[in-house]
């Protein structure tokens, strides 16, 4: 059984920065692409960033690139997503997932085949 539990959600100011946690199962962590996603309110689920299963290619979100960076951590089995510059918009529910059949990254959420439960991201004006 796969488990994926992401962490480091809260409230935050527009400006403000946060950290978010993803904590995977352990062989599987090593050995597949990882990604962000996120959704708003009343609005399908979003593609945030992806990262490869080496760590050695990233990719984001134009809405997002520039602020937030991806990561990940084999020793802690943890992929990270830090957030910068945070906007009211970018207020979500953020969840994480892992890409098991592909060593390809991938943006659509059908890419990606066990999930977390997610954690909220709230950014207040």
């Known amino acids: 059984q796969v488990q994926v539990v992401e962490s480091g959600g809260g409230l935050v100011q527009a400006g403000g920065s946060l950290r978010l946690s993803c904590a995977a199962s352990?062989?599987?962590?090593?050995?597949?692409?990882m990604g962000w996603f996120r959704q708003a309110p009343g609005k399908e689920r979003e593609f945030v960033a992806a990262?490869?299963?080496?760590?050695?290619?990233?990719y984001y979100a134009d809405s997002v690139q520039g602020r937030f960076t991806i990561s990940r951590d084999y020793a802690k089995n943890t992929a990270y997503l830090e957030m910068n510059s945070l906007k009211p918009e970018d207020t979500a529910d953020y969840s994480c997932?892992?890409?098991?059949?592909?060593?390809?990254?991938?943006?659509?959420?059908?890419?990606?085949?066990?999930w977390g439960q997610g954690t909220q991201v709230t950014v207040s004006s």
């Open positions: 352990g062989r599987i962590f090593r050995t597949t692409p």
């Open positions: 997932a892992l890409r098991a059949a592909s060593q390809r990254l991938g943006i659509a959420t059908g890419d990606y085949d066990y």
């Open positions: 990262i490869s299963s080496n760590g050695g290619s990233t």
